[in-house]
C-alpha cells in the first residue's frame, strides 16, 4: 500500500527562501527599470509599543528592491541567485542596464534554462502592438508595485520568523535575565509580524 503525502507534508518540502528569491530575480529581469510609486511603511519599536509612518515615494523597481534588502541586511542563500542578484545591482548603481550575457555567463544549463523562461513568460501579453513600443500592458505594469512589495515582505517575514525560531531553541541556555530580554525581543518581533501579515492579507510564507 503506497503512503501518498498529505498537502502539508508537501508544502513543508517546498524551499521557501529559494522560491521568494527565485521570484525577485524573475522580477529584476523582466521590469527592474520601471518606475513606480510605492508606499513604505516605516516601523519604530519604543517603550510605548510600535508605531508605524507610511511614506510614498517614486522608485525604479531594482531600487526598492535594493535599498529594502540592504536595509535589513538581507543576502541570497542560493550561490546562483546571489551572482545573478549582485550582476543587476551592480549594473544598477552604474546608472546602466544589465547585459544578459553577464548572467548567462558561467551559470549552468539549469540557471541559463531558468533565466530564459523567466525572460519569455511575459512575451504573449506584449505581442500585440506593443512589443515595437516596448509598453507592457496595463494589467501586467500596474500589478508590479504590489507584487515587488509582497515578494520582499514575505522574505522579510519568513527570515524573521527563522530568527525567532534561533531565539526560542537558544533561550534555554541563557540566564534569567537575559531570558527576559529575549522574550521581550521575541515579542517587538512578533509585532512586526502582525503588521507584514496585515499588508499580505494572510499570504504568508510557509516553513521549509
Known amino acids: 500500500m503506497q503512503v501518498v503525502p498529505s498537502e502539508k507534508e508537501k508544502t513543508e518540502k517546498i524551499d521557501v527562501q529559494f522560491e521568494l528569491e527565485k521570484e525577485i530575480i524573475d522580477i529584476l529581469l523582466n521590469f527592474s527599470w520601471d518606475e513606480h510609486t510605492f508606499e513604505n511603511s516605516y516601523i519604530d519599536l519604543d517603550d510605548r509599543g510600535t508605531k508605524t509612518e507610511k511614506v510614498k515615494n517614486d522608485w525604479k523597481i531594482c531600487e526598492y528592491i535594493y535599498v529594502n534588502l540592504q536595509e535589513d541586511e538581507i543576502e541570497f542563500i542560493n550561490e546562483d541567485f546571489r551572482k545573478i542578484y549582485d550582476t543587476i545591482i551592480e549594473s544598477y548603481l552604474q546608472g546602466e542596464k544589465v547585459d544578459i550575457n553577464l548572467l548567462f555567463k558561467d551559470s549552468s544549463s539549469d540557471i541559463v534554462n531558468m533565466l530564459s523562461?523567466?525572460?519569455?513568460?511575459?512575451?504573449?501579453?506584449?505581442?500585440?502592438?506593443?512589443?515595437?513600443?516596448?509598453?507592457?500592458?496595463?494589467?501586467?505594469?500596474?500589478?508590479?508595485?504590489?507584487?515587488?512589495?509582497?515578494?520582499?515582505?514575505?522574505?522579510?517575514?519568513?527570515?524573521?520568523?527563522?530568527?525567532?525560531?534561533?531565539?526560542?531553541?537558544?533561550?534555554?541556555?541563557?540566564?534569567?535575565?537575559?531570558?527576559?530580554?529575549?522574550?521581550?525581543?521575541?515579542?517587538?518581533?512578533?509585532?512586526?509580524?502582525?503588521?507584514?501579515?496585515?499588508?499580505?492579507?494572510?499570504?504568508?510564507?510557509?516553513?521549509?
Open 117 to 208: 523562461s523567466m525572460m519569455v513568460k511575459y512575451d504573449e501579453e506584449r505581442i500585440h502592438n506593443w512589443e515595437k513600443m516596448q509598453i507592457y500592458p496595463k494589467s501586467i505594469k500596474a500589478d508590479i508595485p504590489r507584487k515587488t512589495e509582497a515578494c520582499v515582505t514575505r522574505l522579510r517575514y519568513f527570515l524573521l520568523q527563522k530568527l525567532i525560531d534561533d531565539l526560542v531553541i537558544d533561550i534555554s541556555e541563557k540566564s534569567d535575565s537575559e531570558k527576559r530580554e529575549i522574550l521581550m525581543l521575541i515579542d517587538d518581533y512578533n509585532k512586526l509580524k502582525i503588521d507584514m501579515a496585515t499588508f499580505l492579507g494572510g499570504s504568508l510564507p510557509q516553513k521549509i
